[in-house]
């Protein structure tokens, strides 16, 4: 069917991907905060899981100048994530892919601070990860 000029033309059609710096709700609704604590090694532990456009915790908080470890794993799937922290003022330098088995990440934060952490993929013109919500901050506190 063609379409004349005198008649008018509707369009139906459906958008299957978020817009660049759309993020899913609940991912910005998420604020889940995780203390660690420091165990009777001295090493203070965290269990970071990435998942779709998430970080749970996405907000962690460790003291300075204490060993810490994070346990990072991502949920099983095909989406790859990944773990980035540039705090390099603070003695943080993270840059690990993600797989379903967790993997230890060690660092000593020598900084309090705030500190962003984030999945820098990003699949050709689509929004990253990061701007479609799968950030987090690392508090250094004293």
Do not use: W
């Amino acid at each position: 069917m063609l379409h004349h000029p005198s008649r008018p033309l509707f369009v139906i059609g459906c958008l299957c991907f978020p817009l660049a710096g759309s993020a899913p709700a609940f991912a910005q609704e998420q604020k889940e905060v995780h203390i660690a604590k420091v165990d009777q090694d001295g090493v203070q532990r965290v269990r970071l899981v990435g998942g779709e456009y998430f970080f749970k915790p996405n907000r962690i908080v460790v003291k300075v100048n204490v060993p810490a470890e994070l346990l990072a794993s991502r949920e099983a799937g095909i989406v790859p994530h990944n773990l980035v922290i540039k705090a390099p003022e603070a003695g943080i330098v993270v840059d690990e892919e993600l797989a379903t088995e967790p993997k230890k990440i060690a660092f000593t934060a020598t900084a309090v601070g705030r500190y962003p952490f984030y999945c820098s993929n990003k699949l050709l013109f689509f929004a990253s990860h990061r701007e479609r919500g799968m950030e987090g901050v690392l508090k250094v506190v004293p």
